[in-house]
């Protein structure tokens, strides 16, 4: 028999038929082929009329009969079809009977008994007290600080093996990752950096002029986006890129435990995977910002002129409050910040977890984690400057 002759005897008669003896009693009978064909109709029609039956009265003296003698054939989709029909008597609280059932489908019935076990009822979590929680996220920040002084002492340990030996650096992904980092960043960096040297422009003009020093908005917007801006900004933004992309990477290797067979060779996941990035960080991240600079000086001067302040007058003033130490510090700064963006989206790549969104958290805590790190470093680095006056 065809699966359309199937189809056509079943249109002709229901397998299954709903009828109310009375208030309390209910039988349903099934007939012919119980298959995913023939209930395909009528499913819906009986739990329907189960469900309005089931709500009327009293409904623990209510009673289901499932009268299976004249079955012919039964499959799993009519297995399914007698637990649906149980698992809603039993949630009401109703009875439930089912009689005539050859025997040669009571072993299919019984591998699903008890019936409960299918549908588990959901364990609802206990409400965590202020206390809990709060030292929860004290241990996990705990962890988290020693998983990242040990991680930085491999680093370093790793990345002074690399200048003792370079000819065992991966250089070839250290050029990836460095193209990655450096060149594929250059427009959102040139962008970005474009508008920052508008903004600061305009915004710092707004003031200035109502004390009719707009020539100095000039010098001090310079000095603003070689020492901090430029760095910050260039920083931010590999964070949000590579800082991700380098989690991502890493993190889908975790999870395919490709990490585990470098482990299992004997090879440092930390020599084979982070050096090379971190090293595209180191030298990345110091062309980015001078690019950085540039642009937002550039975009600065083209500002400045809707207020009549000539290139030649912008340039003087800048040469007179920007020393080649005012850059220094930037660059070196912007160094540190390429260590700390690469080295944190290594780390949480490396941290990653099992499951689908194992790779996705991974790449979100190594932004906020990179970010975090900016700041921090960031702050110590203008402590230092404040007292040294560098």
């Keep these: 028999m065809s699966i359309s002759d199937t189809i056509s005897d079943v249109s002709e008669a229901p397998v299954a038929v709903w009828s109310q003896i009375d208030a309390n009693s209910a039988k ?11 209930l395909g109709g009528v499913w819906t029609q009986i739990r329907d009329a189960q469900d309005v039956w089931l709500k009327q ?7 289901l009969t499932v009268d299976s003698a004249t079955v012919g054939s039964l499959d799993g989709a009519g297995i399914a079809f007698l637990i649906a029909i149980e698992e809603a008597q039993i949630n ?10 050859d025997p040669r489908y009571q072993p299919l019935l019984k591998e699903f008994d008890p019936i409960s076990n299918l549908f588990p009822v959901p364990a609802v979590k206990p409400k965590r007290s202020f206390v809990v929680s709060t030292g929860m996220a004290v241990q996990n920040l705990i962890d988290d600080t020693v998983g990242l002084i040990t991680f930085t002492g491999h680093l370093f340990s790793d990345l002074v093996w690399s200048v003792r030996n370079p000819k065992q650096v991966r250089w070839g992904d250290f050029i990836n990752a460095a193209v990655e980092a450096g060149i594929a960043a250059l427009p959102i960096v040139g962008l970005v950096a474009f508008l920052i040297g508008v903004i600061l422009s305009f915004q710092a003009a707004i003031g ?3 004390f009719g020093a707009v020539s100095f908005v000039g010098p001090l917007a310079a000095l603003g986006i070689v020492r901090e801006m430029g760095p910050l900004i260039t920083a931010i933004l590999l964070a949000g890129r590579s800082s991700a992309a380098f989690a991502a990477e890493i993190g889908t290797m975790t999870v395919n ?10 090879l440092s996941p930390i020599r084979f995977l982070v050096v090379p990035r971190v090293l595209a960080g180191i030298l990345v991240a110091p062309i980015l910002t ?3 600079d540039i642009v937002s000086i550039f975009s600065s001067m083209l500002t400045m002129l809707i207020y009549g302040i000539p290139f030649v007058n912008f340039y003087n003033g800048m040469l007179s409050a920007v020393d080649v130490e005012d850059i220094l510090s930037g660059l070196l700064k912007a160094t540190l910040f390429g ?12 941290q990653t977890g099992t499951g689908a ?16 790190m900016i700041v921090i470093v960031d702050g110590i680095f203008a402590f230092i400057s404040y007292k040294t006056g560098f």
């Design 28 to 38: 349903v009978s099934l007939s012919g082929i119980v298959n995913v064909y023939s």
């Design 57 to 63: 009265g009293d409904v623990k003296a209510k009673t």
């Design 92 to 101: 009401a609280g109703a009875k439930y009977e089912l009689s005539g059932l």
């Design 208 to 210: 200035m002029q109502q």
């Design 257 to 266: 435990s490709e990490v585990d067979a470098l482990v299992s060779g004997g």
């Design 290 to 292: 001078l690019f950085a």
């Design 339 to 350: 260590v700390v963006v690469s080295a944190m989206g290594c780390l949480r790549g490396m």
């Design 357 to 372: 969104a194992a790779v996705g958290i991974s790449a979100t805590r190594a932004v906020v984690s990179s970010i975090v």
